[in-house]
């Protein structure tokens, strides 16, 4: 896709306050399909598919027979409550190379259940308060292979907000060592990758850093049960330790 291309789509599709990339950041996700080439992606937070449909047409330019799930928690779309999440997909991709699933009601700790993967690179774009881009991205670790390139979006949100929620991407780009992070340029200022082709001990140095910054969303009893159970089975005691003592610093229940 060539910029002008993009363009078209979003002039086309794309309306104020959608919440979606905008022509810049999916250049920058194109840049790295191109360079990494996917056979299989999924998605966090597909509201109208936009993105999703945007990812699709860049595997098919660069010639991947692939596969792009993308997962949303509910399947009503936030920007236009008559329409349902990814609306917009089979319209804006028309193509057949890439097979794309919707998964509706589902989040990143369903992923273990869902048993989709292994996946070559993901786009984290769902909620966006901490720890949650954090938790999204503990959860696809063991599902990722090949590049394990993780993408993240609004980055700078933080920077748009009075009361400021939307910490949680920030969070995650704070942590990971600059070898492992790469943020988009211009216009792209908005949206990074990360390599999750580290080493367990630097992973686990990350979850613990970042799980231990001030939440600004609470967690239910259901997230932190399966938050708990991915953790023992991927990092060490010390990250369970962490996150233990980042429950009681800021999940307590509210008197
Ligand atoms: C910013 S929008 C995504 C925009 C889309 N990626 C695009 O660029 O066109 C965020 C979406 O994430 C969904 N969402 C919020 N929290 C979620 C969670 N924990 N897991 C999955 N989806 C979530 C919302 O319903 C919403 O549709």
């Given amino acids: 896709m060539t910029p002008t291309e993009i363009e078209s789509i979003f002039a086309k599709y794309h309306k104020p306050n959608w919440g979606s990339v905008s ?7 194109r840049d790295l399909i191109d360079r990494h080439k996917p056979k299989s992606f ?13 990812i699709a047409k860049a595997m ?6 692939g596969v792009i799930h993308t997962i949303d928690h ?40 869902l048993d989709l993967g292994p996946f070559e690179m993901a786009f984290i774009d769902a909620a966006h308060p901490h ?15 090949g590049s394990k ?6 980055l700078e949100l933080f920077t748009k907000q009075r009361v400021v929620l ?18 988009g340029e211009g216009g792209a200022s908005n949206i990074f990758s990360v390599s999750l082709d580290i080493d367990d001990a630097t992973f686990e140095r990350i979850f613990c850093d970042g799980i231990l910054l001030p939440w600004t969303s609470q967690l239910g009893p259901m997230v932190v049960h399966r938050v708990r159970k991915v953790v023992e ?6 990250a369970l330790d962490a996150f233990n003592e980042a429950m009681i610093r800021f999940n307590a229940p509210k008197k």
């Fill in 74 to 113: 509910d399947d009503t779309f936030f920007g236009d409550k008559t329409k349902p999440n990814g609306f917009l997909i089979d319209e804006i991709y028309t193509g057949s190379r890439v097979k794309v699933h919707k998964h509706k009601f589902k989040r990143s700790i369903d992923l273990d259940d």
């Fill in 233 to 238: 089975r991927t990092l060490s005691k010390r």
């Fill in 131 to 145: 720890p949650w881009p954090l938790i999204d991205t503990l959860f696809v670790r063991p599902h990722m292979t």
């Fill in 166 to 183: 939307g910490i949680g991407p920030k969070y995650v780009w704070d942590q990971f060592p600059e070898s492992a992070r790469q943020r």
């Fill in 60 to 65: 098919d330019d660069a010639g991947i027979d």
């Fill in 23 to 29: 022509v810049d950041e999916t250049l920058f996700i």
């Fill in 42 to 54: 999924v998605e966090f937070g597909m509201a109208s598919g936009l993105s999703c449909a945007l």
């Fill in 149 to 154: 390139t993780v993408i993240h979006h609004d």
